[in-house]
């Protein structure tokens, strides 16, 4: 369900690609990124894991926005929901999406990490 979300978001960057001349057009400059977004604490049942070391968790959905921790792979977490943010690109994939997210191990620390570094693609709810 998540990879389709992704998927979704790479078709249209293609057809808008088409649209306009074949430049690719990504998410706000992180010089114009703002780092105040809408989240919830969605009550959660289930858990997903970071999967990379290292793995920044950011006071909003753009890679200029302030750190809050970094994880690494195997970390598990509350997945609350997901917004479109900075597109980052790993390996082969791109992912224009971020999951709100929280440390399943006490609730806290709560940020945003790139569904490119969560398993199952992130949060299943937008926020």
Known sequence: MNRRRTGVALFSSMVLAGAV???????????LAGCSHYHYPKSTNYYIEINGSSVAMRTG??????????WDDGTLMYPHCYTNGDTVTRGSGSWSTWSWVSL??????EGWVSDAYLTDGGANTRC
């Open 21 to 31: 001349g074949g430049a690719v057009l990504t998410t706000a400059s992180p010089a």
């Open 61 to 70: 959905p753009h890679t200029s926005c302030g750190l809050v921790e970094r």
């Open 104 to 109: 399943a191990a006490h609730g806290s620390p």
